[in-house]
């Protein structure tokens, strides 16, 4: 099967990122940083491989998703466009909201945490629309 996105989110991917082609490997993707034993392994970061490049063959988006192994919630960014987002959920208990990607810190908004079925179908919305913003979410700005 053709992928249509790719994913960053353990710190053996840093020269070959994981291939992502249906729902079941988002899930897989997701359930890795719900249960997985690595620390500081708490956010993937998505690559749709089926929007255009920038000139310099660098993606020209960036979409993060943060989850809470504790909590079961979990947040997105997406900067594409020269668009800045975040979703948008409850304010939350943290004065300072962040995840680890393979060990890197990726900070969002204190209210952009939603339930984890949420964060499961706007990535597969996201993967499976070709980059596309998801819907079944909504949006904020972030500065």
């Not at 809470?68 to 997406?78: H, L, Q, R, V, Y």
């Not at 975040?86 to 939350?92: D, I």
Request: proline share 6%; glycine share 6%.
């Amino acid at each position: 099967m053709e992928a249509k996105a790719k994913a960053y989110f353990k710190s053996e991917h840093t020269s070959a990122w994981e291939e992502i082609s249906t729902p079941e490997d988002v899930n897989r993707v997701i359930d890795y940083l719900l249960f997985g034993d690595k620390e500081y392994h708490s956010a993937a970061k998505f690559c749709s491989l089926k929007r255009m490049a920038l000139p310099s063959g660098s993606p020209d988006h960036e979409f993060i998703v943060g989850v809470n192994p504790e909590s079961k919630m979990g947040a997105i960014t997406f900067s594409f466009d020269n668009h800045d987002l975040a979703s948008v959920g409850e304010t939350g208990s943290h004065e300072e909201l962040f995840y680890h990607v393979a060990g890197h810190e990726a900070f969002f908004p204190e209210n952009a945490e939603v339930p984890i079925a949420l964060i499961r179908d706007a990535v597969k919305e996201f993967v499976l629309s070709g980059g596309e913003l998801p819907t079944c979410i909504t949006w904020q700005p972030v500065a």
